[in-house]
């Protein structure tokens, strides 16, 4: 099976950054794409942003410009580099990703558990 770990939340101060890490293990042929959600106390889950093979990237207008989604292929990881934070960026940050297990078999979402980043001074 596939297996999503988040890394890299935190505590930072407004205008501060951070770097999440999503590490994709188990059985892979091929990440279609990755994508960053994250989800506030009392709110619906929400995409930051999505990287699709070949390198389209899609981010929310409430990030863009200062978040950057990135990826280490041969690492089957994806970063989102979170840059001039501010506090409505707070929330439990979720890695999703599309992937292929096999050549016989259709992709599969795959979610991690969630990394918490808070921005407060």
């Known amino acids: 099976q596939v297996q999503l770990q988040e890394s890299g939340g935190g505590l930072v101060q407004p205008g501060g950054s951070l770097r999440l890490s999503c590490v994709a293990s188990?059985?892979?042929?091929?990440?279609?794409?990755m994508a960053w959600y994250r989800q506030a106390p009392g709110t619906q889950r929400e995409l930051v942003a999505r990287?699709?093979?070949?390198?389209?990237?899609y981010y929310a207008d409430s990030v863009k410009g200062r978040f950057t989604i990135s990826r280490d292929d041969a690492k089957n990881t994806v970063y989102l580099q979170m840059n001039s934070m501010k506090p409505e960026d707070t929330a439990v940050y979720f890695c999703?990703?599309?992937?292929?297990?096999?050549?016989?078999?259709?992709?599969?979402?795959?979610w991690g558990q969630g990394t918490q980043v808070t921005v407060s001074s």
């Open positions: 990287l699709i093979r070949g390198g389209s990237a």
């Open positions: 188990g059985s892979i042929v091929r990440i279609n794409a």
């Open positions: 999703n990703a599309d992937i292929l297990p096999a050549w016989y078999t259709p992709p599969v979402g795959h």
